[in-house]
């Protein structure tokens, strides 16, 4: 199957054209939910394919001083800077999530960047966060737990998957029907925490 060449040029076409589907326009509730448990403002985060990053500028109102958001488009990353001008700007990242090197974080927030890229890509993205993420660190967010499409992102995926996936690095701490979901995302997603195994 041909799958289109989802690079930063693809990415950055839709970021202009306001082809973005996925963009709620708030942060996912699950997170903001998850953001509340959070007690230490200076820990490292990071959010991969952040897009408009509304949970990152939600983690930045609340005092998180340390927040990092990475995105292939340039235009996503410029739009969040105006709509969010105190956020560094050198915490702004318009790179390739596999080739980042700014690590170790305490924690990486997942949020419809999973479900974007090339499914051949997953076991890498595996490795990538373990390699991104402190001794002990954690991964969380959502996943789709839904068979979605093929040929272009949103990909799917399944809990069976995830857990075989993520278990090679990851201890799984929670991976069940997220409660939070937003309406139409209703019993399609997952809420998971992992923590990366020594």
Known sequence: MNLPELNADYWDSRWQQSDTGWDIGYPAPAITKFADTLTDKTAKILIPGCGNGYEAEYLHRKGFTNVFIADFSQTAL?????????????????????????????????????????????????????????????????????????????????????LKRFSVHFEILKMDTCADSIPPRAGRELWFELKKKL
């Open 78 to 162: 410029d739009s969040f800077g105006k709509r969010v001008p105190g956020f560094p700007s050198a915490h702004l990242l318009c790179a390739d999530f596999f080739e980042l090197n700014n690590g170790p974080y305490d924690l990486i927030i997942e949020q419809t960047f999973f479900c974007a890229i090339n499914p051949e890509l997953r076991d890498r993205y595996v490795q990538k966060m373990y390699e991104l993420l402190k001794p002990e660190g954690r991964l969380a967010g959502l996943l789709f737990n839904d068979e979605m499409n093929k040929d272009h992102p949103p990909f799917g995926g399944n809990k069976a998957e995830y």
